[in-house]
């Protein structure tokens, strides 16, 4: 029913139901691209530590930025699309290669750099991020 993931994706929150929503259930560790209510697809995230929380809520995408280097830790943020001031959602080589063992400042880390490169190209300005528990 829904685009693989390495684990079981959460039933999206009631919020990510309408418009174009970046979905992302802390719970299951899974992010949906998701388009008036359906799954586009679906891959495994991982998270801030406890010192340096993802924020969670309904917020917007801000920019994105395919390059990016992070000006606070000097590190490469590739397909970073920015939604709660200096957190965004963008690959992680570090998650690809030590998986869960890790964590970011804040970010939402995606290890699968395909997936996250298709969904850089198709989300805008303005779309929805949901992080939810």
Not at 23 to 37: E, H, N, P, Q, Y
Not at 46 to 73: A, C, N
Not at 120 to 129: I, N, R, S
Request: proline share 6%.
């Amino acid at each position: 029913m829904y685009p693989p993931t390495s684990r079981p994706i959460a039933k999206p929150d009631p919020r990510c139901m309408t418009g174009r929503t970046l979905c992302i259930s802390k719970a299951s560790r899974t992010l949906s691209w998701m388009v008036d209510g359906k799954v586009l697809t679906a891959m495994d995230v991982r998270f801030g530590s406890q010192y340096t929380p993802t924020r969670e809520g309904t917020l917007k995408m801000d920019f994105k930025s395919r390059d990016h280097v992070s000006t606070i830790y000097d590190t490469p943020m590739p397909y970073a699309m920015f939604f709660s001031g200096g957190q965004a959602v963008r690959y992680s080589s570090d998650f690809a290669a030590r998986g869960y063992s890790g964590a970011s400042h804040g970010c939402v880390n995606v290890r699968d750099k395909k997936k996250i490169a298709s969904v850089f190209t198709q989300v805008k300005a303005g779309d929805k991020v949901v992080v939810y528990r």
